[in-house]
């Protein structure tokens, strides 16, 4: 019997029935973390208790999930069952949890064992450990778990520098209106940086390098000349900011130079013009556009080499 077929069969072997379920885990904790590999392993059970007809509430956290259902808008009353869904055991947010819904019967689900002796373990009256319990390590249930369409990967390549324009540097606000924006879309981000580095991880160390990150995108949104060069050398439409006020500077004169219409003057980068070029980008009219650039790019670089 795997995992989930054990919860239910627990939940069902309560002499009034299930009830409603209350889901939690680290992701309900204000002062918790929620990770993809927590929220899978929620779905994961969440979906077995659907097939099993077990009505069930999830507790959020509310800077995590802001308008959900907290733990503290969570009644106890309202729950003979909590299951803690993923990560491990211990702490005082778990303990606190035992406190607040101590006449509810508790069970870990999915979960690392640290101290099988701990309150924090032994607090729960049914433990189906993925490790660190008295059986063998089993699967995380992650693994298990249903997954919509990948969004789209989105390389996001700002410059807070360039000093040389002066008062028309209007750089500070740009990126705060492109990285708001772009935190309330749907997209799997991708921090980014044309500089190189040999004694720095986080920055590539060649131009291969870098060209390899963005070719693996599906956009790149950028503040820099080469954001835009890059990106369209590797056939990947750009969606360009010009930070510098007053008709822009070197990005807006590389975008005409290649004939790229994604780009967007530092006083217009607004939700809705910014979502236009972004739909443009994703929905293949930009991809087509980037790609013959490429394409284009790679016949010049081919008779540079060949003369």
Partial sequence: MDTPDRLVAALRAHPEGPGTVLLTGWFSFLDGEATAGDLLARTA???ALDRARIAH???WSAGFAPGARTL???DPAAYRH??????????????GLH???????????NVSVIDPGAPATTGFHLVLARDGGTGPPRPDLA???PAGAPPPLVAVVLTGGQGEYGERRGHADVSAALTGWLGAKDCARLPADTRLAHDDWR???SPEQFLALVGRCDLVVTTRLHGLVLALRSGVPALAVDPVRGGGAKLSAQARALRWPALVPAEEARPEVLDRW???CLDGRGRAAARRRAALQARARAAQLAG
């Avoid at 909590?82 to 303990?95: E, I, M, N, S």
């Fill in 45 to 47: 059970v969440a979906r």
């Fill in 57 to 59: 509430d999830t507790a």
């Fill in 72 to 74: 503290d808008e969570a």
């Fill in 82 to 95: 909590v299951v803690f869904v993923c990560g491990p055991l211990h702490g005082p947010q778990v303990l």
């Fill in 99 to 109: 406190r607040r819904y101590a006449h509810c019967v508790r069970i870990a689900v």
């Fill in 143 to 145: 693994a298990l778990a």
């Fill in 203 to 205: 920055l590539c160390a």
């Fill in 278 to 280: 972004w739909g443009w």
